[in-house]
């Protein structure tokens, strides 16, 4: 098959040079980075898996078996009339740019990167859950988001290709160098080199960290550099996935956790096999935090420039706001000062990531509240709650004092004393890691999950999503039972 | 705000000292809120004035007090992050005064880091354990060895020109290509992409001397320092420097042999330095003995002090009038004992200091008077100042009371920054003349002072008072500015040195982008830096 064959496209890939030059030297790394740092374990077997292969409706979500290495990982642009206009910004009203223009070429570049290296690092970061999956519908679920962050990876290597010259291509050539918690090539966010090396953790990453790559999508969606909003657009509805396994994954820890703790005369839902309810709040703690800090400094010039180009607007800039200058407003913000909490007022522009963690934080509020409808719903009286924004900082101006999961200002002292009882310990991390061993038989789920309420794509839960390609695979024992 | 240039080891906020047998480590860990203002925070380990003089600081007393140093790796505290440059912030809400005494500030600290290699056999090593942006790669490139960790992002950058519509100002542009030998087209990209060169193309275009991965840099650091310090030279026991910092009494500063008067109605600073009290030390032991406390390294680091002090507490002082008193034979048998004891390292070091204070004084936005009458000392170490003075007055008195001597401090041991003493600069292209001054080893009285063209302008005692007050008058009178540029342009006749370079690229371009609206005026890129709203140039070449 040649190469505009195996990648599905809407980008008129066989008759454009430049990108096909750049990718036959580019894919065939990918592929080996794949099999490198893909998943461990499962490259030969068969996944029932969603592949976009056209960008209509009946076309983006295309399911059927597939082995990972065989993914047609391909490029999408969400269509558009060609009469984009920029939404925001100094430039709103003038037409889009569809080439880079010259004065944007290192803040668009910057932003691109950033935003690529965390697709390929979030697959290396997850390469070891295979072998711990609570069900085969998980384990099918994760290789979909690996899959996935790999054509996010492809999106963004596109633009790359196409618009940033020989330098663009270097970039991705360094997008497959890199390595999550490599000490040497390290991914360029920290976050990103921590290992997702238990279930919990990969249902808390994907439900707090994925989100804060759907807000960055989304305001990179409305940028007026008109590819990189339609390869945004388009991978927006694929992330939407990757949040309801998070927001689901971890709401399904929790209901087993509530009915275990119901059941149990203690109310221990440890002497059960599920994760208690105060783990997973300690859980909760640490991924938000962790999470919030991706939005980047609370007052920022870098923000402020890259709303002023039209580059980078709003959460739904388009659909909720009337004005779109941003210019001689202000927004207020809790700062420190003199060791305590003021207001100050800050102009929008230099707030923008403020204003967009504001949508994130919201958001991860309203998943809390389903939760606790389900613990409420198994009769057991506990709720779950979303910390502070300003709790266990490590960067921002809220990184210079310690504070408690309200927000209030606390020594370092106090907060050490706490520290135990607001984030997992290590014998919590241990207990978690405890529980992490595979269930392969279809319809069976690991002790400490519930089931989902229903399939995939109209399947039944007990459907074979994971198919064993040969006797290597560690699906296979399971198969020949 | 009053800067003072007075600190410790112990008390500085933003460095780390530490000695390890010929190793020294100086670790860059910029507080916050340590700024010398309260009005920008020092993120990501900028720097303002504060912080360089501390590192300044830090230089003098490696020399001084630690002679087992044979190398000194530059590196941070802070992960990922080696500097980030100049505190832009700063530099926005800074006067226009400010800027340019900081730049010329930080330049004479990174000459003073290449001074200790050349001079001192010190060598530097720039340990860039991150991100290396604008002044942070600057002081980099004043080391002798740059190493760059090779993590796939980390990249050694000068932003100035994309980002902040300046240049860099601390003898980054001269360097590139003068030291480094940067190729000019590929100096041009460099300057001009604002996310900077990386990995082994850095090393490629020879911004770096070498690039190490993360699990091998610290090793890689450390054998490059050893082998640095293995080029060094033993000395002996370290000399302690302890503050030399005047007692103020209203208007005047007093040292132990300088006092400044100011004047501040008539712009001007009476700067009077006082000759050594006693003989000179007899060897090489009696100087180590004096430490400190002897005369010539006493005398010009409280001169170092009291430049500084004027230059950036005294805006308005334009004008400073030189004076020196005591016995002029004595002076010179303290130039010649030290200079007999070259090849002493400590010897060498003081030596070294001294052409750096004069050197310091060179490059002053000020006009320099030295006055030389009754009682006055001009000779030798003194009388380089006389040299280095826009004019000099002396007074004609029958009986030869008043006269100036050559010593062996003005042949040769105190090179201005072109590379040429003040008499060679002084005679520039006249040979004659300069062999015929070097001829002389007596007092030289006021008329063959004038003849000889070593003053200005001699004045009998009747003429004496009138010429030098309308002088002086005058003088404080006239534009600041065009003093400062014609001053700058008359001083250095003769060769460029990448030393010479570095200023007068300074004064002349980035003193003038710091002025112009592109940088500073409301639509700026300065003026909007961290605003809401974008800059706006002017798209006029001028």
């Given at each position: ?23 036959e ?21 068969q ?34 009339d ?16 569809d ?6 070429r ?32 998980d ?6 988001v ?8 492809w999106?963004?290597?596109h633009?790359?290709?196409q ?37 919990l ?25 008109d ?10 509805t694929?992330e ?41 709040q ?23 420039d890259?709303?002023?180009m ?26 420190l ?101 595979p ?6 789920f ?7 309420r ?20 560690p699906?296979?024992s399971?198969?020949?039972? | ?11 500085y ?16 860990d ?14 990501l ?15 003098q007393?490696i ?5 087992e ?16 440059g ?31 290699s ?26 002798d ?20 519509a ?18 000019r ?14 990995g ?11 690039i ?6 610290d090793?890689?650091?450390a ?6 310090a ?40 009476t ?5 050594p ?16 406390e ?12 009291a ?37 002493d ?12 204070v ?19 000392c ?45 008499l ?5 292209g ?22 000889l063209?070593l ?16 002088a ?13 540029g ?57």
């Open positions: 098959m040649s190469l505009t064959d195996s990648i599905p496209n809407n980008v008129d890939l066989s008759s454009d040079r430049k990108l096909l030059r750049a990718l030297k580019w894919q065939p790394n990918f592929i080996s980075w794949w099999r490198d740092m893909g998943p461990v374990g499962f490259q030969e077997d996944i029932w898996l969603r592949t976009a292969v056209s960008v209509e409706s009946s076309g983006w979500a295309h399911y059927d078996y597939v082995k990972m290495p065989d993914y047609r990982w391909g490029i999408f642009l969400t269509p558009n060609g009469n984009a206009k920029i939404g925001f910004g100094d430039e709103k009203g003038r037409d889009s740019w080439e880079v223009p010259g004065e944007m290192a803040s668009l570049r910057r932003i691109i990167v950033t935003q690529a290296d965390t697709e390929p690092a979030s697959v290396e970061q997850q390469r070891l859950l295979g072998r711990t999956a609570p069900s085969l519908y384990l099918r679920n994760l290789f979909q690996n899959v996935e962050e790999g054509r996010h990876l999106a963004m290597v633009l790359l290709h618009y940033f010259g020989r330098d663009g291509r270097e970039e991705a050539e360094s997008l497959l160098e890199r390595r999550s918690g490599d000490v040497d090539k390290p991914r360029i966010l920290s976050t990103f080199n921590e290992t997702t090396d238990e279930w953790s990969f249902f808390m990453f994907t439900m707090f960290t994925d989100r804060d790559g759907k807000y960055q999508l989304s305001a990179l969606s409305e940028s007026g550099f590819p990189l909003a339609r390869c945004t657009q388009f991978m927006l694929e939407a996935f990757h949040l309801s396994v998070g927001e689901q994954g971890v709401g399904r820890v929790v209901r087993q956790a509530a009915k275990r703790t119901a059941q149990d005369s203690n109310g221990d839902a440890r002497a059960h096999g599920a994760i208690d309810l105060q783990t997973i300690k859980y909760i703690n640490f991924w938000f935090s962790s999470a919030v800090e991706l939005f980047g400094g609370e007052i920022s010039t870098n923000a402020a890259y709303f002023a039209g580059l980078k607007g709003r959460h739904h800039e388009q659909k909720k706001y009337d004005e779109h200058r941003g210019l001689n407003q202000i927004y207020t913000m809790p700062i000062d003199g060791g305590r909490l003021s207001s100050k007022e800050v102009p929008l522009r230099n707030a923008m990531n403020e204003v967009l963690r504001d949508e994130y934080v919201a958001d991860c509020e309203r998943a809390c509240r389903r939760w606790n409808k389900v613990i409420a719903e198994e009769g057991v009286d506990f709720e779950l709650k979303i910390p502070s924004r300003r709790f266990n900082r490590s960067m921002g101006m809220y990184a210079e004092s310690a504070f408690d999961l309200n927000g209030d200002v606390i020594t370092r002292e106090e907060f050490e004393a706490k520290r135990d009882s607001w984030l997992p310990t290590a014998e919590d991390r241990a207990y978690v890691r405890s529980l992490m061993t269930s392969y038989g279809p319809g069976e690991a002790s400490w999950i519930a089931p989902p229903k399939g995939i794509k109209g399947k039944a839960i007990d459907f074979e999503y994971c198919k064993a390609g040969s006797p290597e695979s699906l296979w399971e198969a020949a039972e | 705000m009053q800067v003072s240039f007075d600190t410790h080891p112990d008390r906020q933003h460095w780390r000292l530490s000695f390890d047998g010929e190793v020294a480590t100086l670790s860059m910029v507080q916050l809120r340590g700024g010398l203002r309260d009005d920008y925070e020092l993120k380990n900028s720097y303002d004035l504060g912080v360089d003089i501390e590192l300044a600081d830090a230089i007393r020399r001084f007090e630690h002679p140093v044979k190398c000194v790796v530059v590196n941070s505290a802070v992960d990922r992050v080696f500097c980030a100049a505190n832009i912030p700063m530099l926005g809400s800074s006067t226009h005064a400010f800027k340019v005494n900081f730049c010329k500030f930080t330049n004479e600290t990174r000459l003073y880091i290449e001074d200790a050349r001079q001192s056999g010190i060598k530097f090593l720039a340990a860039l354990n991150g991100t290396c942006a604008g002044g942070g790669y600057e002081l980099a490139m004043a080391c060895d740059i190493v760059l960790i090779d993590d796939g992002s980390s990249a050694v950058s000068l932003p100035e020109v994309p980002l902040l300046v240049l860099p100002g601390t003898g980054g542009l001269t360097r590139l290509v003068d030291k480094r030998g940067v190729r087209d590929r100096a041009d990209v460099f300057c001009t992409v604002s996310e900077g060169i990386r082994k193309r850095a090393v490629k275009w020879k911004l770096v001397d070498a190490a991965p993360r699990s091998r840099f090793d890689v650091v054998e490059r320092a050893k082998t640095l293995s080029q060094g030279r033993d000395k002996g026991a370290g000399v302690t420097l302890p503050s030399v910092a005047p007692t103020v009494d209203g208007d005047t500063l007093k040292y132990k042999y300088v006092e400044v008067k100011i004047d501040s109605a008539a712009r001007s600073a700067l009077t330095l006082s000759a009290d006693d003989a000179p030390p007899a060897d090489a032991a009696a100087l180590h003995a004096q430490g400190a002897s005369w010539v390294l006493r005398c010009f680091r409280e001169l170092d002090d430049i500084l002090q004027l230059r950036v507490n005294h805006l308005e002082v334009g004008l400073w009038i030189v004076e020196t008193r005591g016995d002029r034979d004595r002076l010179r048998a303290h130039d010649d004992a030290l200079r007999a004891l070259a090849g390292w400590f010897a060498d070091e003081v030596i070294a200091l001294q052409a750096r004069l050197r310091r004084l060179d490059v002053t936005s000020r006009s320099i008077f030295a006055i030389i009458d009754e009682g006055s001009f000779v030798g170490s003194f009388f380089e100042i006389a040299l280095a003075a826009d004019r000099s007055f002396m007074l004609e008195d029958d009986d030869d009371n008043v006269a100036v001597a050559l010593s062996s401090a003005n042949r040769g041991t105190a090179p201005m920054g072109n590379g040429l003493t003040r060679a600069t002084r005679f520039f006249d040979e004659a003349s300069l062999k015929k001054v070097l001829a002389e080893s007596g007092p030289i009285g006021t008329t063959d002072a004038d003849d063209g003053i200005t302008l001699a004045a009998d005692d009747i003429d004496w008072e009138d010429d030098v007050r309308i002086i008058e005058e003088r404080a009178s006239m534009s600041p500015d065009a003093l400062t014609m001053e700058a342009s008359l001083r250095f006749p003769g060769p460029e040195t990448l030393e010479s370079k570095i200023f007068a690229r300074l004064s002349a371009w980035q003193n003038w982008i710091f002025q112009r609206p592109n940088a500073v005026g409301p639509k700026g890129a300065l003026t909007k830096y961290g605003e809401p709203d974008r800059a706006e140039f002017d798209f006029t070449r001028c």
